[in-house]
């Protein structure tokens, strides 16, 4: 690959202020993405993984905060040096994200087509019309049969699946060049699970951005990923190409990661192969 | 737990002022007639003029009929704040045993109340208020109190009905009637106790409801009448001519401190509430 | 949403009926009647007196008035006003629209002016401006109608002059004004009266409001919003604001009685001709059709009122709309 990567990140710190104290939710990670790349972010749940992703989004909720020292270069730009009017610019249009829970992430109150649109509308495209018409081609592109209807339902009238749907079309309209996905399947029945991250794929080698993908799931990571990142309370601990992280696990954390799987998918049916 | 909870909300400054200012008129109230200055039924001297503005001898003026109007705001304070004292005391009263037995007994009982709570409060208080003054005519002070509590219960007996029913589906409530305890037992014992912060505050809201209801109810001259001086007739007494503004002004700040104060405690009261419940969960 | 219509309206009719049984009851179990006082004078004969009270149904038992009086406002026939010498029903529709104009823009500038504010609290939360506002808030609150009346009367149309004293209408130019002008003539007499009721209105709205924007503000699809990237203005407007419309609806309906008990003070004060100043000048006339009509209208404003917002604040919510 020639050039910097896509993204970098240097000793990135993000700490939280909680009633029992100051919490490092992510402290001092580095890495990068190259263009076109998919890699996985692994770990167990609240290590860090979503507020990393947060971190690189700068969407934070009020109680987060960004250390000193931290570095985001995203595509040339230094993320953190720039104004919150350059980051709305950025975000949805270079830099997407696919969030976790399909109901919860998506407004009850809007059509989840005026919600695609509104990606088009806030990033300069004037005509409703047109954005209206975008919103309902990508909606089409993620497989939703009969989008021009669905586009004017409401997200409790669809489906886990669908809902999911909307959500990579909304990231994807604009086509940026990294989608961050935190664990787009988690809230996910098994079969549809399957069809998502085939859709993801295939989104994926149509455009080719780079994805960031977080997951529990090292099937997911083995299926999807050509690396891996592992993250443990806050701490990204290993990042190697998938085939030998699977086949030489380099940390202990990792080969004991990759020893639970098997015995948890003898266990109960869901969360199968969840760390 | 009462205590601890009330100990909490006075934690703060604003909450320790509202005492304060509370425990003052109350303080004016009881002991009116060791700190008026003077009578405030009669004017105090021959010299004093009527409608003078704010001097030495008399710090809040005199009105129209050269009265003190110091006296009269201090007096004033025994009549407004026991006319709202005691109708709260019966509102709060009514309220709490409409909401327990609603809260309590549920199926139509709980309907039947609930209904009769929205026709009460769908009639705006001082409209009801005003056809009940147009059929009794002018009222004592006793039945200014009667018809402030009997309209004032229907948002306190929500409230408890409300925590009523709460609390009577927890666990030990549960476990009381398993082994037997009579009903109104359970009631008494366990449910009844545990309603009084949420009582408390309810207490606070209707305070903050009756007073400027009645000082209204008096401004429209419908309420107290003169030469009984409630800090609302004061001001109706005063508000024709706006060259006299001590008129107006002074009996107009009592009612906003005191109103302020009780909304300022309410709040606090329910925050440490809210606080505890959140602990607790 | 057929269903709850329906069983809203029930509810209304119900508590209405409640209401003017009521009312009826109370007022007329009171000792006397109108014309104890107005024909006690001793040189007024008692058959003058009988008569005047078998020609208004004063002399029947109390049953048989009421169900008269039923009867009668089935057929919209609200009685007779013996203090101004006509219909019950047209003083009713003389002063309710003007009632209802000083409510209406109360409601309005109010609702808009407690929305913006509320949400603006709960997006500045803990800051020292904010605690400023909700300590103003309070403050508002706790000050009677009538004394924020006589305040505003006193600084603007008596120390300033910048707005009429009182009424509705210029009482020497109004009639010779053109369109425009009486419009604005109008406007100017509502300033005061309605700006009182909205400053009250409005320091209740923000309350809620903030408390219900700080319960939207957490939600993931805030951050959704963010993340496809909305300004904080958008997110806040578009989304959040949204979602808190429909219990501020609902909340619009509850406002109503305390707005009309606020109007009937108001009314008085600044001698606007609505069924508030209306009612209270027939009490001093026991004028019992009047009252009574009165304290019917008013419930039957707030109980349809309150019908309304809750039916339009399940229409303002999608999860609620197409529910049957």
Not at chain 1, 255 to 262: G, R
Not at chain 2, 90 to 105: C, E, P, R
Not at chain 2, 115 to 125: G, K, Q, T, W
Not at chain 2, 136 to 148: A, E, K, N, R
Request: net charge positive.
């Amino acid at each position: 690959m020639t050039g910097p990567p896509l993204l970098q990140v240097q000793d990135l710190r993000t700490t939280y202020v909680r009633d029992t104290g100051r919490v490092h939710a992510v402290d001092g990670v580095t890495f990068d993405v190259g263009a076109g790349e998919i890699v996985a972010l692994v770990g167990e749940s609240g290590c860090g993984k979503t507020a990393l992703a947060l971190s690189l989004m700068r969407v934070l909720s009020t109680n987060g905060r960004l250390e000193p020292g931290s570095r985001i270069r995203f595509d040339g730009l230094d993320l953190l040096s720039l104004s919150e009017r350059a980051m709305c610019d950025l975000r949805g249009r270079r830099l997407a994200m696919i969030f976790q829970e399909p109901l919860s992430a998506l407004n009850p109150v809007m059509t989840v087509g005026a919600q695609v649109a509104e990606v088009a509308r806030l990033h300069g495209e004037r005509s409703r019309r047109v954005a209206w018409d975008r919103a309902i081609a990508m909606l089409e592109r993620t497989g939703i049969a009969a989008a021009g209807r669905r586009a004017r339902q409401y997200p409790h009238e669809l489906s886990g699946g669908m809902r999911q749907r909307v959500l990579i079309a909304m990231a994807l309209l604009l086509a940026p060049s990294l989608v961050i996905a935190d664990e787009p399947t988690s809230a996910l029945d098994v079969t549809v699970q399957a069809q998502i991250l085939d859709l993801l794929r295939d989104l994926q080698r149509e455009t080719g951005m780079a994805v960031l993908f977080i997951t529990h799931d090292f099937g997911v990571v083995a299926e999807l990923c050509s690396r891996a990142l592992v993250m443990r309370e806050g701490k990204i601990v290993e990042d190697a190409p998938v085939d030998r992280l699977f086949r030489s696990p380099a940390h202990p954390y990792t080969a004991e990661l990759l020893a639970v799987v098997p015995r948890l998918r003898a266990h109960g049916p869901r969360g199968a192969t969840a760390v | 737990m009462a205590p601890l909870f009330a100990r909490r909300a006075l934690r703060s400054t604003g909450a320790r002022m509202a005492v304060g200012i509370l425990a003052l008129f109350v303080l004016c109230a009881v002991a009116a007639k060791q700190l008026a200055p003077y009578d405030p039924r009669v004017q105090p001297a021959a010299d004093t003029g009527k409608n003078q503005p704010p001097s030495r001898a008399h710090p809040f003026g005199t009105d129209g009929a050269s009265r003190d109007v110091l006296s009269r705001l201090i007096y004033g304070a025994r009549v407004s704040l026991g006319v709202a004292g005691s109708s709260v005391l019966l509102a709060v009263t009514v309220g709490a045993l409409v909401g327990a037995l609603a809260g309590f007994a549920g199926g139509w009982v709980d309907a039947a109340a609930m209904r009769l709570v929205d026709a009460v409060l769908s009639v705006p208080r001082l409209l009801l208020l005003i056809a009940l003054v147009a059929s009794v005519g002018p009222l004592s002070i006793g039945g200014i109190i009667l018809l402030l509590g009997l309209t004032g219960w229907p948002v306190t007996s929500r409230i408890v009905r409300a925590e009523v029913r709460t609390l009577r589906e927890r666990e030990y409530v549960h476990a009381a009637r398993a082994t037997g305890v009579p009903e109104w037992r359970i009631l008494a014992a366990h449910v009844l106790p545990g309603v009084i912060p949420q009582l408390i505050v309810a207490a606070t809201l209707a305070l903050a409801s009756v007073i400027p209801t009645e000082a209204s109810l008096s401004y429209l001259g419908l309420g107290l009448r003169p030469p009984t001086p409630s800090w609302g007739n004061m001001i109706l007494e005063g508000s024709d001519d706006p060259r006299t503004w001590w008129l107006v002004l002074f009996p107009g700040l009592a009612i906003v401190a005191t109103v302020l104060s009780v909304n300022a405690l309410g709040d606090r009261l329910r925050e440490a509430i809210d606080a505890r419940q959140y602990q607790r969960r | 949403m057929r269903r709850l219509l329906v069983s809203r309206a029930a509810q209304s009719a119900v508590v209405i009926a409640l209401v003017a049984t009521l009312a009826f009851v109370l007022i007329h179990l009171a000792p006397g009647d109108p014309f104890s006082t107005s024909l006690d004078d001793p040189r007024v004969g008692s058959e003058i007196r009988d008569r005047q009270r078998a020609l208004f149904g004063y002399d029947r038992p109390l049953p048989e008035q009421y169900v008269r009086w039923v009867g009668n406002l089935a057929r919209g026939e609200l009685g007779y006003s013996h203090t101004l010498g006509s219909p019950v029903a047209e003083v009713l529709r003389d002063t309710v629209p003007h009632t209802l104009l000083l409510m209406g823009t109360a409601l309005v500038l109010g609702l808009i002016g407690g929305v913006a504010l509320g949400t603006w609290q709960a997006s500045r939360r803990g800051s020292v401006a904010e605690h400023a506002a909700g300590a103003a808030i309070l403050f508002a609150l706790s000050v009677p109608e009538f004394l924020l009346a006589l305040g505003a009367l006193a600084l603007f149309a008596i120390h300033l002059r910048w707005l009429p004293v009182s009424g509705m209408v210029d009482p020497a130019m109004h009639d010779s004004m053109g369109l425009v002008r009486r419009v604005a003539d109008v406007v100017r007499h509502l300033a005061l009266p309605a700006g009182t009721l909205a400053l009250v209105t409005a320091a209740g709205v923000s309350r809620y409001q903030r408390t219900a924007v700080l319960a939207v503000l957490p939600e993931d699809f805030l951050r959704s919003a963010r993340a496809k990237g909305a300004r904080r203005s958008v997110v806040l407007v578009r989304h959040a604001l949204r979602n808190a419309l429909g219990p501020l609806i609902a909340i619009c309906g509850l406002l109503l009685p305390a707005l009309l008990g606020g109007a009937v003070v108001v009314e008085r004060i600044f001698a606007w001709p609505g069924m508030g100043r209306m009612m209270v000048d027939a009490v001093g006339g026991r004028d019992y059709p009047l009252v009574l009509a009165g304290v019917l209208a008013g419930s039957v404003l707030v109980a349809v009122g309150g019908a309304a917002a809750d039916v339009l604040a399940s229409l303002a919510d999608p999860r609620l709309r197409n529910r049957t």
